[in-house]
């Protein structure tokens, strides 16, 4: 079965730190360019970053960049997004999502993990 | 890059056919052809269910349709089904350096 699935949301303090992780299974993750998209309380999808599939390659929003790093480890099928320098509106459910690159659209999704950024 | 533009809310009856619009700019939609629609379900994580426009993935309803023109994508739903009311999410690729960007998304409700 093709699938991701995201560990390591919680709650962390204004300024703090998070490691979210990512593991792929079921599909050949090595291939695979990978991105996560978050989702605030009641609000709608944003895209937040992506890498290409050896991670020689990285896009930000604006909104994260210089804050959030996107990175992976083929050996291990796992996807990364460390968050630093937190603030209130990163809270939101954090989706690890597959891009297919035959068309350029997000055709595998995580159930999703939760961060809470709150003092 | 602001987010495209949907109606907040779309709804209809059983069995009736509605369209969600999907407004975005010539750098985004009136450039590429790669508009994706998502289906969300309460609490649920977002189902791909149109890409290219108009393709739809293997397993997805037929009821499901996609059009473009200029700046604007639309998603039809016919034939109206209770399991259908889900939040509906529109994607356009945007380019290398800020590569997607969502609409705000629509409420389908089924009267």
């Known amino acids: 079965e093709v699938q991701v699935v995201e560990s390591g949301g919680g709650v962390v303090q204004p300024g703090g730190s998070l490691r979210l992780s990512c593991a792929a299974s079921?599909?050949?993750?090595?291939?695979?360019?990978m991105n996560w998209v978050r989702q605030a309380p009641g609000k709608g999808l944003v895209w937040v970053s992506r890498?290409?599939?050896?991670?020689?390659?990285?896009r930000y929003a604006d909104s994260v960049k210089g804050r959030l790093t996107i990175s992976r480890d083929n050996a291990k099928n796992t996807l990364y997004l460390q968050m630093n320098t937190l603030r209130g509106e990163d809270t939101a459910v954090y989706y690890c999502?597959?891009?297919?690159?035959?068309?350029?659209?997000?055709?595998?999704w995580g159930q999703g993990t939760t961060v809470t950024v709150s003092s | 890059q602001s987010a495209l533009t949907q109606p907040a809310s779309v709804s209809g009856s059983p069995g009736q056919s509605i369209t969600i619009s999907c407004t975005g700019t010539?750098?985004?939609?009136?450039?590429?052809?790669?508009v994706s629609w998502y289906q969300q379900h309460p609490g649920k994580a977002p189902k791909l269910m149109i890409y290219?426009?108009?393709k739809r993935p293997s397993g997805v309803s037929n009821r499901f349709s996609g059009s473009k023109s200029g700046n604007t994508a639309s998603l039809t739903i016919s034939g109206l089904q209770a399991e259908d009311e889900a939040d509906y999410y529109c994607?356009?690729?945007?380019?290398?350096?800020?590569?997607?960007?969502f609409g705000a998304g629509t409420k389908v409700t089924v009267l």
């Open positions: 290219e426009g108009r």
């Open positions: 994607c356009s690729y945007a380019g290398s350096s800020n590569p997607y960007v």
């Open positions: 890498i290409n599939n050896d991670g020689s390659s990285t």
């Open positions: 010539s750098s985004d939609v009136g450039t590429y052809d790669l």
């Open positions: 079921g599909f050949t993750f090595s291939r695979s360019w």
């Open positions: 999502v597959r891009e297919n690159l035959d068309y350029y659209a997000m055709d595998v």
